[in-house]
């Protein structure tokens, strides 16, 4: 099921089941004292519902410059390791041809173990980290007997620094997610602001459950877009090892 089916099935039914929770409300509660209830209800509301969308503001915000952090740091890993393995080639033949094999093992590793890992939000193993330590005793191993060698063997050593980097933010892209004290805050903060206009009166009861379904909608696609957003590699983001299938094919 897509990402855009679920969606629907989830605004939908909390549309529906807000509505119906307005109705039976309207219908079978007590009508005393309801109109006036619009003024007191309406200010606890204002406060709620103000806060309540300040903080999503904020998660979502955060989860979008996530993903495009995580998109990037991907492409700079990738791109990093291509210029490592070039600066490498000059290295001598033996030390670059050790360095394109495993340049190539690493580029592989990630996009055949590690980004499915990532996809369900599971930690990766060592694998990686292995083959870029044996990289970097390649680099630091190889002989260089003038400077223009020696600038080559700094600049590969440099871009196996940015690679090292770039791979630590995109595993902690994969791993971070939402805190569970947040996600607590904010279901029960959309509950809270569905359930004061329960409280409302109004001479139109047909008026007073679209706006509640339509509250209930609203509130419930927010979350459902912060629940898919928080994996960068999985749910509405997926974002796919483009960069390292380039890098490999240019290697």
């Known amino acids: 099921m897509s990402v855009y089916t679920t969606g629907l099935l989830w605004v939908g039914g909390a549309a529906v089941f807000a509505s119906l929770l307005a109705y039976v409300i309207r219908k079978y509660g007590p009508d005393e004292g309801r109109s006036e209830n619009n003024e007191a209800a309406g200010q606890v ?11 999503v503001a904020f998660v979502l915000i955060a989860l979008f410059d996530g993903v495009a952090a995580a998109g990037n740091a991907s492409y700079e890993e990738a791109d990093s390791l291509v210029a490592a393995t070039w600066a ?6 033996r030390t670059g041809d050790e360095v394109r094999r495993l340049s190539r093992e690493y580029l592989e590793t990630v996009v055949d ?11 990766s193993d060592d694998a990686g980290w292995s083959t870029l330590d044996r990289l970097r005793r390649v680099i630091a191993e190889a002989p260089a007997t003038d400077a223009w060698l020696v600038d080559r063997k700094t600049e590969a050593a440099d871009k196996l620094w940015q690679v090292y980097q770039a791979r630590q933010t995109r595993l902690d892209s994969a791993t971070e ?23 409302f009166g109004g001479p139109l009861m047909r008026t007073h459950v679209i706006i509640v379904a339509t509250l209930a909608a609203t509130i419930t696609l927010l979350l459902y877009a912060t629940y898919q957003l928080q994996n960068p ?6 974002l796919q090892p483009d960069a390292f299938s380039a890098a490999l094919s240019r290697l």
Do not use: H, K, N, Y
């Open 45 to 55: 509301f204002t406060i709620v519902g103000g806060l309540q969308a300040v903080l």
């Open 88 to 93: 490498g080639d000059a290295l001598g033949e």
């Open 113 to 123: 173990e590690e980004w499915p890992r990532m996809r369900s939000g599971d930690e």
């Open 177 to 199: 997610g939402v805190d569970a004290v947040v996600w607590f805050v904010l279901v029960m903060g959309g509950i809270l602001t569905i359930g004061l206009p329960l409280l």
């Open 233 to 238: 590699f999985g749910g509405g983001a997926e």
